[in-house]
């Protein structure tokens, strides 16, 4: 979860990745 969350933020632009790493 930490991962994906540092992910989210790295790939703050695309909204869409963003969205599915909230899912996740």
């Not at 991962?3 to 703050?12: G, L």
Given at each position: ?24
């Amino acid at each position: 979860m930490s991962i994906c969350r540092k992910n989210c933020k790295f790939t703050s632009t695309i909204t869409k990745k963003r969205l599915i790493c909230e899912q996740n």
